[in-house]
């Protein structure tokens, strides 16, 4: 019988149960981790173990039935099926990022598998959780696995860890870039237009008269992603001749998720929180740019401790329109990016490279837009909030 090990689903993730058992039923089969004829635990027995309902594995099994990935023998069970002819030719895609936890690698990977049912291929799913060593064994195995293409959320701590296998002597399948670069790895990138997010939020922040504007960052700056907003904001200040700016760089060397964001900002006690409080009360800057929603929550949580209020004291601006970003008390002013659009753009890239095209590695980046919300304030009447859109 195929392992229970093998499956496993997260209860406060924002995708369906069903979908989250369906998509892991799919990776073991193409993966080729359970074989054909292998017989899968009953609906009884997922109930018990996963801890759902019985119609949430129902549903499961039938959109696996559907997609020809297992079989029910009547008076047997539920068994992986044979690969129907049609499915022997469908290519596999890898999909290999480092974290899911939130609306945009939801939408990225929408993206991605709607690109890939019209094209006849099947895109098994890999979460690395933020592990570079785990996301290079994954790799390692694509060539071995016969995935025609991969496409890669690189792990963003990438260009520091050294531990783990390399893959130096390990020939990769075709390779697609998404959000950000690697500089271990070759292959296409599609990203934001993130020079381009910074300069509409630095516009936005100048055309409400605000000159004191300061940039927060994480210690990661030299992420090209991160590297691109930074220059976007010192460029708009200088083409608005405000000066060099000032950039911020936090005490954290690691990629914020937003349960490690939350927990910082409800203890005025930690380093981040400590660090923001600190420079605002010293500074006292007009206006802040963040380089993500998680930073500027973070700034928001710095400014309340301190009785400053936004935007009647502060404007902030984010960027990545994460989705708590319009819930807020306050809702922030952000920068959206196209995730869906990223997802479907790298796996039209990918497509191109399994088809046989060489060219030169290519970057596209997605346009992006500034949703304006109510951080934000004119510096003038910053006191009349009743103006400003939500």
């Known amino acids: 019988m195929a392992g229970f090990d093998d499956l496993h689903v997260d209860h406060d993730s924002f995708v369906p149960l069903h979908t989250q058992l369906q998509r892991q039923l799919r990776n073991l089969v193409f993966s080729g981790q359970w074989k054909p004829g292998a017989r899968l635990p009953s609906e009884n027995q997922l109930h018990r173990h996963l801890n759902i309902s019985r119609s949430t594995v129902r549903q499961a099994y039938s959109d696996a039935r559907h997609e020809g990935l297992i079989e029910r023998i009547p008076g047997r069970g539920t068994f992986v099926a044979e690969p129907a002819p049609e499915n022997r030719q469908k290519r596999l895609v890898a999909f290999v990022i480092s974290d899911f936890e939130s609306e945009r690698e939801w939408e990225l990977l929408k993206g991605v598998e709607a690109a890939a049912s019209s094209n006849d291929c099947h895109v098994v799913f890999y979460n690395t959780r933020g592990s570079c060593r785990e996301q290079r064994r994954v790799l390692g195995q694509l060539s071995a696995q016969q995935f025609s293409g991969a496409l890669l959320w690189s792990c963003v701590n990438a260009r520091d860890e050294g531990a783990g296998p390399t893959l130096d002597d390990v020939s990769l399948p075709p390779l697609v870039l998404m959000d950000r670069d690697s500089p271990a790895l070759t292959g296409d990138v599609v990203t934001s237009d993130n020079y381009g997010g910074a300069s509409l939020a630095l516009a936005h922040l100048l055309a409400l008269g605000h000159r004191r504007i300061v940039c927060v960052t994480h210690e990661m700056a030299g992420l090209t992603t991160v590297a691109e ?41 930690s380093p981040p929180m400590r660090y923001l409080m600190e420079r605002l009360a010293e500074e006292r800057p007009t206006a802040v740019f963040a380089i993500n929603d998680l930073l500027a929550l973070l700034v928001l949580r710095a400014a309340q401790a301190l009785q400053i209020q936004v935007p009647c004291d502060l404007s902030v601006v984010g960027f990545d329109n994460v989705e708590f970003s319009a819930l807020m008390e306050t809702p922030l002013t952000t920068v959206a990016q196209d995730f869906q659009t990223i997802g479907r753009s790298s796996f039209e890239l990918l497509l191109e490279r399994m088809d046989g095209i060489s060219v030169a590695p290519r970057t596209l980046r997605i346009p992006v837009t500034l949703h304006e919300r109510a951080t934000t304030a004119r510096l003038a009447d910053r006191h009349d909030l009743n103006k400003r859109p939500v």
Request: hydrophobic share 40%.
């Open 229 to 269: 907003r930074i220059q976007g904001y010192r460029d708009a200040l200088q083409a608005a001749s405000a000066g060099e700016g000032m950039v911020w760089v936090m005490p954290t060397r690691v990629e914020l998720s937003t349960e490690r964001a939350l927990h910082f900002g409800n203890d005025p006690a």
